[in-house]
């Protein structure tokens, strides 16, 4: 599997996981859950993306870590700063698992992705 296809399966499934652990949240329904779910699928393929992306250009484990990192925690930002119908913005909650993510996708890219056929 090349690093970026490696990137979108990655960050998708991560990203689905990440959304569905929203459900844990009390105040959660049924309704957003399932954007929240989309949503952070989403997130997780364009992370992915950019992390087997660079992997492919790069190869240091940790600035591909970084990149990764990086481009989760700003994707999870931008989601964090709509906030919700109250006006309620949940920065941890979101922007931890959107870097984690990152981080998590960005060093798998670098170690495991194959290099792209000549």
Not at 71 to 77: E, K, V
Not at 110 to 113: E, N, V, W
């Given at each position: 599997m090349t690093k970026v296809v490696l990137g979108l399966v990655l960050g998708a499934l991560l990203g689905a996981?990440?959304?569905?652990s929203a459900g844990l949240y009390p105040f959660v329904t049924s309704e957003?859950?399932?954007?929240?779910?989309?949503g952070s699928t989403f997130k997780?393929?364009?992370t992915g993306f950019v992390a087997g992306w660079y992997a492919r250009r790069?190869?240091?484990i940790g600035k591909g870590i970084l990149v990764g990192l990086m481009?989760?925690?700003?994707?999870?930002?931008l989601?964090?700063?709509m906030g919700d119908e109250g006006g309620n913005h949940y920065w941890v909650e979101i922007m931890?698992?959107?870097?984690?993510?990152?981080?998590?996708?960005?060093?798998a890219t670098?170690?495991?992705?194959a290099p792209a056929a000549t």
């Open positions: 996981i990440d959304g569905w957003m859950l399932r954007e929240i779910v989309i997780g393929l364009l790069s190869h240091s481009t989760g925690l700003i994707l999870s930002g989601v964090a700063a931890l698992p959107g870097a984690a993510l990152g981080a998590v996708v960005g060093f670098q170690k495991y992705g």
